[in-house]
């Protein structure tokens, strides 16, 4: 059951950050570079792709739902009880939050599927949305006073930072793939320059969660449990770092190698996806508060 709950939240994290993070980059920080992309056939497949990236987020809501509501029970046969999926959504925190999230959600695939050509700045809104009522349904809601809604605060700055970097990385992957005529080497040097603002900020918003969490720098014991996992994300994250350097460097060339930045680029989504499976995996673990 928490096996199934870790894939769930992973999933759902996953396609959340990728919704809010490509449309952020696509209709924002990167409009000026596609005007010649948004009028070919690769924009068709992309909506296509975040149509499928909307539909992947409401089922694993649902499923984030139905496992919580089974682990509440102790009993699979929770996942499908309407009593306790009542109980669930009316009578616990995180049921209050997810009622907004998965109006949201369902929201944001009906605009997908009807309206997604049309104001792209109120679909970048709804997945802003989406995006930060996943905050309150961390560590953050375990505080009482002021210390939790700070907390919820600081995790919402934490997933604009994740979501941008992760959603940037996949419209640069779709750029280097599909698109033709689009300023390739505008667009790198435009995500490099925010990449330092980005991992800035997810350090410091993450430093900040550690803290609050375990009551010290590093949770201890260091590198056992929660403390082992955090270990993992930070490396893999780290590689992410190195390969956006590599990234950078590439773009610099006089001619610009594209396929050695392809490959760069998947490895580095490869390392931020290992990174989100741990983080979905800190969730359900205890911070080991001191």
Partial sequence: MQEALILCRFVHFGAVLLLFGSGLFRHVLFSS???????????????????????LALLSAVGWLMLTAANMSDDWHGAADPSTLARVLGQTFFGHVWVVHLA???????????????????????????????????HGAMFDGVRGPLLIVNQMLHLIGVGSW????????????????????????????????????????????VRALSGAIWPQPALSGFGLVLAVKVTL????????????????????????LRVSVLFEGLFGAAALAAVALLGTLPPLLG
């Avoid at 679909?123 to 961390?138: E, H, Q, R, S």
């Avoid at 419209?171 to 005529?181: H, N, P, W, Y």
């Fill in 237 to 260: 994250v780290l590689c992410m770092l190195v390969l956006a350097g590599v990234n950078r460097r590439l773009a610099r060339a006089n001619v610009l190698p594209v396929r050695a």
């Fill in 166 to 209: 992760l959603g940037g990385l996949l419209m640069l992957a779709v750029l280097l793939i599909t698109a033709s005529g689009v300023d390739l080497r505008g667009a790198l040097a435009r995500f490099s320059g925010l990449g330092y603002g980005l991992v800035a900020l997810i350090i410091v918003t993450g430093m900040i969660n």
């Fill in 104 to 138: 949201l959600n369902a929201l944001a695939l009906l605009w997908a599927l009807f309206r997604a050509p049309c104001a792209p700045r109120r679909w970048l809104l709804l997945n802003v949305l989406l995006l930060l009522t996943l905050a309150p349904v961390g």
């Fill in 33 to 55: 570079a596609l005007q010649s992309f948004e009028a070919s056939p690769a924009r068709r497949r992309l909506d296509q792709m975040l149509v499928g990236l909307t539909i």
